[in-house]
Structure formats: structure tokens, C-alpha cells
């Protein structure tokens, strides 16, 4: 269960990512609503999983999640450059992460 709360922290890390791009600076309300929201959910779920998980794994995987996630985003819905060494990164990311995910061990 502490796993799938890192996961799903890492998944609304890249909505505050997201949001914060797309708050411009702050200037935008509904997107610093957004941004505010799954901060607050993403550190949340993070610091109730961090109950159960080693802090190094954990931490790991909920950053590569929300990196690979947003670049993802970035690439398939605002424009961001799509090439071959950034897909092979990221896929080098993901892989770090189930690798990390399967390591962490629960106390």
C-alpha cells in the first residue's frame, strides 16, 4: 500500500510541475489553484508513504515518476522537443524507478 501512494504522488507531482508551467509565474489563478492542490496531495501522500518505506527508494521513485511524467506531458501536449536521446533518457528514468520500487523493502 505505501508503494502505491509513492506512485500516485509521483503522478500528482507532475501535475503541480505542469501547473507550475502553466501558471506563468503565479499570474494565473486556476492553474496556481491546480499547483497548490496536487503539491499539497503529492507531499502528502509522500510523507504517509515514507511511514512505511525507506526515505532513499521512496524519494527516488516519486521524483522519477513526476520527472518522466512531466516530460512526457511536456512532449506529447505543450510542444516540448521530442528526440530519440530523450525518449531513451526517459525510458532510462522509468527503468531506474521499477528497479528502485522493486529494491525498497518495507519496515
Avoid: N
Avoid at 494565473?28 to 504517509?48: D, N
Avoid at 513526476?66 to 536521446?85: H, K, N, P, R
Amino acid at each position: 500500500m505505501a508503494w502505491l501512494l509513492v506512485i500516485v504522488a509521483g503522478l500528482l507531482e507532475t501535475g503541480f510541475a505542469v501547473c507550475l508551467k502553466l501558471s506563468h509565474g503565479f499570474t494565473r489563478l486556476w492553474p496556481t489553484v491546480a499547483f497548490c492542490i496536487f503539491a499539497l496531495g503529492s507531499f502528502g501522500l509522500l510523507t504517509l508513504s515514507l511511514r512505511k518505506l525507506d526515505v532513499g527508494p521512496a524519494y527516488a521513485v516519486w521524483t522519477g515518476i513526476g520527472a518522466a511524467g512531466t516530460a512526457i506531458y511536456g512532449m506529447v501536449f505543450l510542444g516540448d522537443l521530442v528526440s530519440t536521446l530523450k525518449i531513451v533518457s526517459i525510458s532510462l528514468v522509468i527503468a531506474g524507478v521499477i528497479g528502485l520500487q522493486l529494491s525498497g523493502s518495507a519496515h
